[in-house]
């Protein structure tokens, strides 16, 4: 069952563009984090935030989190074309008595040159 | 700094064979995980290990097993492939169950 769902599914912007796409999820938690996926490869960690935090930081990345609306948004500012990539969020979700990553199913992102 | 290491990259398989997907990780974690990644989803969870000798179903574990011997390795066999395993695997660890992850390559399969 997926706890997070990614929105928009996909999306294609221009170089330079802010590329901006959110993650709902269903169950309280204790913290929710971005992955981003290049084609083919392994998925690499970009920032983790905290359900006490209400936003998180890191170089282009702007990372917001809304508890009470059960949603975060990811924010790429001044987009590149090596942001081409699909992105992932992933909640920590109680499964067989341990915290899981639970896992949308991600937003294809374009970026056009 | 290797971090998690998988193989095969590629592999086939004729329907009814066997074999073994590798998973190192060099980080002295304790948790390390399987998950399968099919076209338009998320990742769901194969199996999971909390540690050495220590291993659970995850959300798909039908057709798949798994060993802990040691903290370093964590294994995934395929005990006899049908073609709804086709799919990109990928092997993950970290510190805790829900912590920062760090991700092998992957290994597409394609069973047929």
């Known amino acids: 069952s997926q706890q997070g769902e990614e929105d928009p599914q996909a999306l294609s912007i221009q170089e330079g563009e802010n590329a901006t796409m959110n993650c709902s999820y269903k169950t309280s938690i204790n913290n929710l984090q971005w992955y981003r996926q290049n084609s083919g490869r392994g998925l690499v960690h970009l920032i983790l935030i905290r359900s006490n935090e209400r936003e998180k930081h890191s170089g282009r990345l702007r990372v917001t989190l809304d508890t009470s609306k059960k949603s975060s948004s990811l924010l790429i500012t001044a987009s590149r074309a090596a942001d081409t990539a699909s992105y992932f969020c992933a909640t920590d979700g109680l499964r067989d008595s341990n915290y899981q990553l639970i896992w949308g199913a991600g937003t294809k992102l374009i970026i056009k040159p | 700094n290797a971090g998690v290491t998988q193989t095969p990259k590629f592999q086939v398989l004729k329907t009814g064979q066997s074999m073994t997907l590798q998973c190192a990780q060099d980080?002295?974690?304790?948790?390390m995980s399987w998950y399968r990644q099919d076209p338009g989803m998320g990742l769901r969870l194969i199996h999971y290990?909390?540690?050495?000798?220590?291993?659970d179903q995850g959300e798909v574990p039908n057709g798949y097993n798994v060993s802990r011997s040691t903290t370093e390795d964590f294994p995934l066999r395929l005990l006899s492939a049908a073609p709804s395993q086709t799919s990109v695997y990928f092997c993950?660890?970290?510190?805790?169950?829900?912590?920062?992850?760090?991700f092998g390559q992957g290994t597409r399969l394609t069973v047929v």
């Open positions: 980080m002295n974690h304790e948790y």
């Open positions: 290990s909390v540690g050495a000798g220590i291993t």
């Open positions: 993950a660890s970290s510190s805790t169950t829900a912590s920062k992850a760090f």
